[in-house]
């Protein structure tokens, strides 16, 4: 059932769990989250970027979301996932979108606060959940970990941001990066920091991204067939499940569901040399995206949620 993030993500905060953004840009990975939402009786949010609205095509992605969202009872929204501006948003809305993120972190607090209001005027117009970012999430490139703190949430700044702005959803930067390589060390998050600022912004959703855990199974399979990934690191679980038990209501995941497909391909590839029908391939990785995400919904309190 197609439905939106804040539909989703409030019954989520009511039950004390939260509901994975898988981001697709290809038929395969929607297919796993699908299954995966079946299987587990969990909403889903389907998480689509800019980059695989080039890749694939902006209505080819929503047509294939909705075409699964309308076929099975479970919960799931279609998401604009690190819109960068108006334009995008418009068009994502247009072909049907059930809730878009503007995300101008990068621009200075007064003119990202100027975008984004400018996006819930337009979404909140047409029915659709706004999400917006504040303080930044940053990787080992942008040097050691004092350095990445300037770069988080500041719980003053976002109480006056989603009181001035009235979006549905806030991604916050609390230590997670986007990608493989979120850490040199073991990541640990600023749980002081995400309970000030769920103190200060009361019933405004919190999002996570940049949550992946990169788990080591997947990281050696896909060695195990020649893939380069050494100093890879993520989120640990316990961590990602102390988020929650703050308040995290949407986690997002990009990387695990990226590092699987791509492990699984490989082994197939490598394993079969016969092989030369994408299909029995793409199987193969289907089924190991699909094994990734049934994981985080019971790692996110999700499975068995769905109504
Ligand atoms: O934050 C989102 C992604 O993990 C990066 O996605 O490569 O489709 O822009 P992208
Ligand atoms: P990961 O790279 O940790 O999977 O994060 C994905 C994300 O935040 C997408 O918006
Ligand atoms: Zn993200």
């Known amino acids: 059932m197609l439905t939106t993030n804040t539909k989703i993500m409030s019954a989520a905060i009511a039950g004390g769990y939260a509901v994975g953004a898988f981001n697709i840009s290809n038929l395969e990975t929607l297919w796993a989250i699908t299954e995966a939402a079946v299987e587990e009786n969990s909403p889903a949010i389907v998480g689509v970027t800019p980059s695989a609205i080039k890749y694939g095509g902006l209505r080819h992605l929503a047509e294939i979301v909705k075409v699964s969202a309308e076929s099975i009872s479970q919960p799931m929204s279609l998401h604009l996932d690190h819109g960068k501006d108006l334009e995008t948003v418009r068009d994502c ?105 769920k103190d200060r912004i009361k019933d405004t959703l919190i999002v996570l991204h940049g949550a992946s855990s990169v788990p080591p199974w997947i990281i050696e399979k896909a060695t195990k067939y020649g893939a380069e990934l050494s100093g890879a ?3 640990p679980e316990v961590q990602i499940t102390k988020a929650i038990s703050l308040g995290v209501s949407k986690i997002n995941i990009d990387t695990d569901l990226r590092l699987a497909f791509t492990g699984a391909v490989r082994e197939a590839l490598a394993t079969s040399p016969k092989a030369y029908d994408p299909r029995s391939f793409l199987n193969q990785a289907r089924d190991t995206m699909k094994e990734v995400v049934k994981g985080k919904m019971r790692l996110f309190g999700s499975s068995s949620r769905a109504t």
């Open 93 to 197: 809305i247009d072909v049907g979108f059930t809730s878009v993120m503007i995300d101008a972190s990068h621009l200075k607090f007064e003119e990202n606060m100027a975008l984004t209001k400018e996006v819930v005027s337009l979404a909140h117009s047409r029915g659709v959940s706004v999400e917006a970012e504040l303080g930044r999430l940053v990787g080992i490139e942008e040097g050691v970990v004092e350095e990445r703190e300037a770069f988080f949430t500041n719980p003053e700044e976002a109480e006056e941001f989603v009181q001035r702005t009235d979006i549905d959803a806030l991604a916050i930067a609390i230590g997670t990066a986007h990608g493989p390589y979120k850490s040199r060390i073991e990541p640990k998050l600023d749980f002081t920091r995400l309970k000030a600022i």
């Open 233 to 235: 690191k993520g989120i």
